[in-house]
């Protein structure tokens, strides 16, 4: 079965951390660009990070520059998002997208508006005291 599938998300405090995973079945991520997006209820999907192929490119929204680390493990067919000094405002689904057509991170993230090769069901991750 073709699939992304993420995990990872929970409940975490102000401050805290939490990694999440997205791991690919029945197919290669080696060949695709891989993002991590996020929903808010109420909110507009928003591109949160991406990594490229092959070449290590990364890319960050502003919001999460400096706190979130976008890496690739492509022995374990497993992208992850390390995620540190989390905000109520990161708050939201987080869901993992895989494309293969799609050639830079700023296009996957930030400048695509249609659909991904691939997507994964989400987990939610809520920052809250």
């Known amino acids: 079965q073709v699939q992304l599938v993420e995990s990872g998300g929970g409940l975490v405090q102000p401050g805290g951390s939490l990694r999440l995973s997205c791991a690919a079945s029945?197919?290669?991520?080696?060949?695709?660009?891989i993002g991590w997006f996020r929903q808010a209820p109420g909110k507009e999907r928003e591109g949160v990070s991406c990594?490229?192929?092959?070449?290590?490119?990364?890319y960050y929204a502003d919001s999460v520059k400096g706190r979130f680390t976008i890496s690739r493990d492509n022995a374990k067919n497993t992208v992850y998002l390390q995620m540190n000094s989390l905000k109520p405002e990161d708050t939201a689904v987080y869901y993992c997208?895989?494309?293969?057509?799609?050639?830079?991170?700023?296009?996957?993230?930030?400048?695509?508006?249609?659909?991904?090769?691939?997507w994964g069901q989400g987990t939610q991750v809520t920052v809250s005291s």
């Open positions: 997208a895989a494309d293969g057509g799609i050639t830079t991170v700023r296009a996957m993230c930030a400048e695509w508006r249609g659909e991904y090769d691939y």
């Open positions: 029945g197919f290669t991520l080696d060949y695709y660009v």
């Open positions: 990594i490229s192929r092959s070449d290590g490119s990364t």
